[in-house]
């Protein structure tokens, strides 16, 4: 069964780093882009960009560019987002998502989500 | 303000017909760019209902139908049960922007 599993929900603090983890199993995990997607509450689904794990080519939305950084261990098969200095703005549920192909296909699976909420 | 653009709620009886719009431009579904729908339930991740513009991945109900013209696209639900009661949310590609979009949700009430 092909699937991503993320790492539990967070509590920080404003001005703290974060770095939330997605595993992927069960497919060739460095044969298809993963892509991370922002869900602020009560709201839709933003693109963040996405990351091929095979030579780490990584694509961001204009919107996140310079805000978060993802990079993988494809030893480890996982991906990861982080954040140098979290705002309260970044409270959130983050997904990450296997991407069909770069950019143009349809994300499958999702992982469950990880909760990131920033409060001092 | 979501790319694309999506009604914020539709409803409907059980048994009943709906349909969801996905609108777009010139940049993304108007330039060709096939059009995906998800699923989320409440209280859980997005699941993928039909990609391709209308192809529904093994699991889904043939009441569930997709469709794309020009710069639209729609998802149609038939035989409304208290089950599709969820958000839906449309995804295409944008030219200009070089990456995945979506739409704004829509939220479908059973009556």
């Known amino acids: 069964e092909v699937q991503l599993v993320q790492s539990g929900a967070e509590v920080k603090k404003p001005g703290e780093s974060l770095k939330i983890s997605c595993k992927g199993s069960?497919?060739?995990?460095?044969?298809?882009?993963i892509g991370w997607v922002r869900q602020m509450p009560g709201k839709g689904l933003e693109w963040m960009g996405i990351?091929?794990?095979?030579?780490?080519?990584?694509r961001y939305s204009p919107s996140f560019q310079g805000q978060v950084t993802m990079s993988v261990d494809k030893s480890i098969t996982t991906a990861y987002l982080q954040w140098s200095s979290l705002k309260a703005s970044d409270s959130a549920m983050y997904y990450c998502?296997?991407?069909?192909?770069?950019?143009?296909?349809?994300?499958?699976?999702w992982g469950q989500g990880t909760l990131v909420t920033v409060s001092s | 303000q979501s790319v694309l653009t999506q009604p914020p709620s539709v409803s409907g009886a059980p048994g009943q017909r709906v349909t969801i719009s996905c609108t777009g431009t010139?940049?993304?579904?108007?330039?060709?760019?096939?059009v995906h729908w998800y699923q989320q339930l409440p209280g859980t991740a997005p699941k993928l209902l039909f990609y391709?513009?209308?192809n529904r991945p093994s699991g889904v109900p043939d009441r569930f139908s997709g469709s794309k013209s020009g710069t639209s696209a729609s998802l149609a639900i038939s035989g409304l049960q208290a089950e599709d009661e969820a958000d839906y949310f449309c995804?295409?590609?944008?030219?200009?922007?070089?990456?995945?979009?979506f739409g704004g949700g829509t939220k479908l009430t059973v009556l």
């Open positions: 998502a296997r991407l069909a192909s770069a950019g143009e296909g349809w994300f499958d699976p």
């Open positions: 990351i091929y794990p095979d030579d780490s080519d990584t």
């Open positions: 391709v513009n209308n």
């Open positions: 995804q295409s590609y944008d030219r200009r922007l070089s990456g995945p979009v």
């Open positions: 010139s940049s993304n579904i108007g330039a060709g760019y096939d």
């Open positions: 069960g497919y060739s995990f460095t044969s298809y882009w």
